[in-house]
């Protein structure tokens, strides 16, 4: 994140995100596939057989029988009619205008395992040192009847790490030449997380 000064002299904190170029590998439809859609992949995989070598040779011959580059990621789009698009075309920055909403997806900051003062914002039990229990968990219902523990309860498990979305963010500027956006507002993840951008219709 970063921050920008916009002509009334406010400070706006924004965060920067690198853009593509995105290229569109795969096209489905209703005929071949059931649904409307356009796989768009990033990141083009180096030449070198040492790079190479990281893309399994299915994934290798899906970028062959296209005749284009492999590419690391890959992301599907639902589209309503696909006969728009073509094989190989190419999604930059250019397609993004300044004060536009957009949404971002990506996954949050994964923090391991937590216990539930903070996984849920429990409170804690009394620090003196007669107290029993100070950052447990204490009682997780009644004994004998149902004797269980109902599914959803609230416990110590894994935190972070999920698909979160972000929506409204405006652009607040455009560099053409690096394919670098600067948007109002944070995003999910930490820095070099690998987001998707939703143009707000």
């Known amino acids: 994140m970063s921050h920008h000064f916009n002509s009334k002299g406010e400070v706006i904190p924004v965060t920067v995100i690198k853009v593509g170029p995105c290229f569109i590998t795969q096209i489905k439809s209703e005929e071949n596939s059931g649904y409307n859609a ?38 599907e789009y639902r589209v309503e009619e696909g006969g728009s698009y073509e094989i190989g075309q190419k999604f930059t920055i250019d397609m993004l205008k300044v004060g536009q909403k957009i949404s971002v997806t990506g996954l949050t900051i994964g923090k391991g395992n ?28 009644s004994g004998t009847t149902p004797g269980r523990v109902f599914p959803g309860k609230k416990m110590p498990g894994r935190l972070g790490n999920e698909k979160c979305t972000i929506f409204g ?16 507002g944070c995003i999910p993840g930490k820095p070099g997380n690998l987001v998707s951008i939703k143009v707000k219709e």
Do not use: W
């Not at 963010?169 to 109002?184: G, T």
């Open 169 to 184: 963010l405006e652009v607040i500027d455009l560099d053409e030449k690096e394919n670098l956006l600067v948007i109002k």
């Open 38 to 75: 356009v796989q768009l992949g990033y990141g083009e995989v180096s030449p070198q057989p040492r790079k190479s070598k990281k893309l399994t040779k299915p994934c290798l011959g899906h970028f062959q029988k296209v005749s284009l580059p492999p590419y690391y990621y890959l992301k």
């Open 114 to 141: 937590a216990g539930n003062l903070k996984r849920n914002n429990f409170s804690r039990g009394p620090m003196g040192h007669g107290s029993k229990h100070h950052r447990l968990q204490g009682s997780l219902g």
